[in-house]
């Protein structure tokens, strides 16, 4: 459920785990005298059967090591066309074939999401995620619980390549999502995949915990094998120098810098992933050296022209566009990523090359405190915006542009001197919304060095 919409509690522990019998690790993540003030509920809702397909899912992720050659079209594209065509509304009236579908981007699915829904999916499988909103205005994504669950396999497929086992079992903390933002949802739950191994969602905040101190103390206590987060989240951690031994960092939601990089891995000791996933799909690629390898043999990249919809020839540079995934919610076929790259294959694998995604950009109020840009993205998801851009000058002001057939002004501003205070200034530009023709927009930017 999104996270600026005050989702309301439905379902009990034995609803989101309905294969636990065992809630006493769950219990005690939440009732520990150092844990934060946690503010949701969240459980993965694995069925015998969802746990069986997940199960499928990890043994192709990582057996299937060639997903395509150059010039071949993967064995399973026809075949997933097909079931498009003849289970989701959108795609019903398409061509038959794969190379003959046009494009679409993130307007198609925000405007009608019911009709990317197959026929296939059961809506007492539903799930709503709402995206970060980094490179464009915030959108709700579904899934069902097995391509949610699938994120723990596809990271688990590149620490294959790092020799990393990840411990399972309800005594281990698997994962910890780290967030520092003035408010977001925090919360413990568990992996029935990992045999109840513990997965935590937590604010560094002070204002989400008992005492400050209590930060470092309950990570250490529990000591997640795994952290993930944004490099805002992780520049905040390292502040705190806690006494963690995990077995990865994992960055995404924005571009890692190599700076930022470097620290992690000379404080922790650890590999450092700086992962390029979407809401849309989960993960699809990581850093790899000077280049990106993707991870997921069920998604078939392409790269298209950025203003018309022609495929361009390899090796060319221009917008990815992704088709496949495994969530019956939302299959994609040629979905325009609003990221932008040129596409090499090398024994069997695709690499991202020159991948030009989400840049962390800094933003200061004139206290000097660092503002992530993730609230102000989920500050604007309020308001009937189609898209925004963002930049702040040395002298602290703001300037903002939405695209909009409203006046927002009065409301951008207010939103934005939450965040930012009331001595900041600002100027809010209102745009029409057909000028942004649907794509993301690059968001952010500032006169302060990234």
Not at 120 to 128: H, N
Not at 197 to 205: F, M, Q
Not at 399 to 412: C, M, P, R, V, Y
Request: hydrophobic share 35%.
């Amino acid at each position: 459920m999104a996270e600026n919409k005050k989702p309301v509690v439905g379902l009990s522990d034995k609803e989101r785990f309905p294969l636990i019998s065992d809630l006493s690790f769950l219990n005690k993540l939440r009732q520990d005298e150092l844990a934060p003030l946690f503010n949701f509920s969240s459980g993965d809702r694995l069925s015998h059967d969802h746990l069986e397909r997940v199960r499928q899912y990890a043994e192709n992720i990582r057996v299937n090591k060639i997903f395509w050659e150059k010039g071949i079209l993967p064995d399973w594209i026809e075949t997933y066309t097909s079931w498009c065509r003849h289970t989701v509304d959108f795609y019903r009236n398409r061509k038959k074939h794969f190379l003959d579908q046009p494009t679409i981007n993130r307007s198609h699915i925000s405007a009608t999401p019911w009709e990317f829904v197959s026929d296939d999916a059961s809506i007492e499988d539903l799930l709503v995620y709402q995206t970060s909103g980094t490179t464009g205005a915030a959108m709700d994504v579904v899934f069902d619980p097995v391509s949610q669950a699938c994120w723990l396999l596809q990271l688990q497929s590149i620490l294959d390549l790092y020799d990393i086992k990840l411990d399972y079992g309800s005594d281990k903390v698997a994962v910890a999502l780290i967030c520092s933002q003035s408010a977001t949802l925090t919360y413990a739950s568990l992996s029935t995949y990992m045999d109840g191994a513990g997965v935590l969602k937590i604010n560094l905040n002070p204002a989400d915990w008992k005492s400050p101190v209590h930060r470092s103390q309950y990570l250490e206590k529990y000591n997640p094998q795994v952290l993930t987060g944004d490099p805002f989240a992780f520049i905040d951690l390292l502040e705190l120098k806690p006494c963690l031994k995990p077995k990865a960092i994992v960055s995404s939601a924005m571009k890692l810098t190599e700076g930022t990089r470097k620290r992690l891995e000379d404080y922790f000791k650890c590999p450092v992933l700086d992962i390029y996933s979407l809401t849309e799909c989960r993960m699809v690629a990581f850093a790899d050296k000077d280049r990106h390898r993707a991870i997921r043999h069920d998604l078939y990249l392409e790269i298209f022209d950025e203003h018309n919809d022609v495929l361009l020839p390899y090796g060319e540079r221009g917008e990815l566009v992704i088709t496949g995934g495994n969530n019956p919610f939302l299959p994609l076929i040629r979905y325009r990523t609003g990221d932008f790259c040129s596409l090499e294959i090398e024994d069997g694998i695709p690499y991202l090359i020159d991948l030009e995604a989400r840049n962390p950009v800094l933003f200061y109020t004139k206290d000097g405190n660092r503002v992530n840009n993730i609230e102000i993205s989920r500050s604007m998801a309020e308001l009937p915006l189609a898209g925004f851009k963002m930049h702040q000058s040395k002298d602290f002001k703001l300037t903002f542009k939405g695209w909009s057939n409203e006046d927002l002004k009065s409301e951008i501003s207010k939103g934005i001197r939450t965040i930012f205070g009331d001595g900041i200034e600002i100027e809010v530009f209102i745009i029409n919304p057909e000028l942004n023709n649907g794509r993301k927009v690059v968001a952010y930017t500032s006169d302060w060095e990234g």
